[in-house]
């Protein structure tokens, strides 16, 4: 993804050979081939399906929605939930609405994301790719007992 650094640091970050408009010229040579990324990421989405194999993977993608769809059932009485099926079904992630209680209680998403942390949640993907929702993914490793905690 994008590196953030501080305005000072910008000349030092590196350039691409080929590729003029990718980096400072004044920065340091091209870390990998890949000019706007980070071809080191590839290795461990190899090593991940390689080791799951076909049925770890099939397996880890049903559990995965499996958990979602628990998660939006058991948060849908409280938030709505945005992007479900024709069956009120979600995929992989649960999108919920906070807009409303933004309107009725000055609560908005950074407020939910930063209580989350405080109990050892990573944070939800906030406003994307609707403005004023938390987009929640819980994964196959996610057991109930943790999923009831959130």
């Known amino acids: ?33 890949a000019p706007w990324g980070s071809a080191s990421i590839l290795p461990i989405s190899w090593s991940y399906i390689t080791m799951m194999g076909d049925s770890g993977l099939r397996e880890a993608t049903i559990t995965s929605i499996l958990n979602t769809n ?6 849908a009485p409280h938030y709505p939930i945005v992007y479900k099926g024709k069956e009120g079904l979600v995929a992989h992630e649960c999108i919920i609405d906070i807009r409303e209680l933004k309107k009725t209680h000055n609560v908005d998403v950074t407020d939910i994301a930063k209580r989350l942390i405080d109990y050892g949640f990573h944070a939800p993907t906030m406003s994307w790719p609707v403005s004023g929702t938390l987009m929640i993914e819980p994964t196959e490793s996610e057991s109930k007992q943790e999923l009831d905690r959130f």
Do not use: D, Q
């Open 1 to 33: 993804g994008p590196i953030g650094v501080a305005a000072h640091l910008a000349p030092f970050l590196p350039k691409h050979s080929l590729i003029p408009e990718a980096g400072p010229t004044t920065g340091v040579s091209a870390t990998t081939s």
């Open 70 to 75: 628990y998660m939006a059932k058991r948060l």
